[in-house]
T-cell receptor, first 115, second 113 residues
């Protein structure tokens, strides 16, 4: 299957700083990318959907000014957690779709810890 | 709004025993259905998916799932569980456009010797 790479896999940052997570589709063009958040021992919740070259669409309750999503190319989307707070500590997973089918491929996730 | 229910939060089975993980969905039409497995600290691995056609689908690692429209269910089964199957299992649905997924709350599987 297609490969989606997320980087970094694990990051620790200080409160108040920003951290960027990258999601890359390695062998296909991802017209749409999705960002999910997973709290410990809970399910994955969709945060936002991004289409290449367009502004991301955020789910209700997700602060768009805090979670900045950029999808500037067909192979890269980034999630920037701004002014990070300990409550932002979570597991973030992206998925990417070429749009030609209905199967999206998931990255391996990023464990964010804000101290 | 669509929703996915996994009634069992945690299941413990003996190695070699059979397994069934339940999944029910709520959606106006038949969605696309998926089962994913997640090992601790890892991403998601697709086990199998149902789009249309034969309601019994085969997946990787010896898993299968059966779609039952009348029950709005998509239960995952494995005839003989291996210790390496211990993980978190998520049922998910996707609507026909957008490819966004809605996940169930997950079932944690423990396998005992």
């Amino acid at each position: 299957g297609a490969v989606v790479s997320q980087h970094p896999s694990r990051v620790i940052c200080k409160s108040g700083t920003s951290v960027k997570i990258e999601c890359r589709s390695l062998d296909f063009q991802a017209t749409t990318m999705f960002w999910y958040r997973q709290f410990p021992k809970q399910s994955l919740m969709l945060m936002a959907t991004s289409n290449e070259g367009s502004k991301a669409t955020y789910e209700q309750g997700v602060e768009k000014d805090k979670f900045l999503i950029n999808h500037a190319s067909l192979t890269l989307s980034t999630l920037t957690v701004t002014s990070a707070h300990p409550e932002d500590s979570s597991f973030y997973i992206c998925s990417a779709s070429s749009g030609t089918g209905i199967t999206a491929f998931f990255g391996q996730g990023t464990r964010l810890t804000v101290v | 709004a669509q929703s996915v229910t996994q009634p069992d939060i945690h299941i413990t089975v003996s190695e070699g025993a059979s397994l069934e993980l339940r999944c029910n969905y709520s959606y106006g039409a038949t969605p696309y259905l998926f089962w994913y497995v997640q090992s601790p600290g890892q991403g998601l691995q697709l086990l199998l998916k149902y789009f249309s056609g034969d309601t019994l689908v085969q997946g990787i690692k010896g898993f299968e799932a059966e779609f039952k429209r009348s029950q709005s269910s998509f239960n995952l089964r494995k005839p003989s569980v291996h210790w390496s199957d211990a993980a978190e299992y998520f049922c998910a649905v996707s609507i026909s456009t957008g490819n966004q997924f809605y996940f169930g709350t997950g079932t944690s599987l423990t396998v005992i010797p």
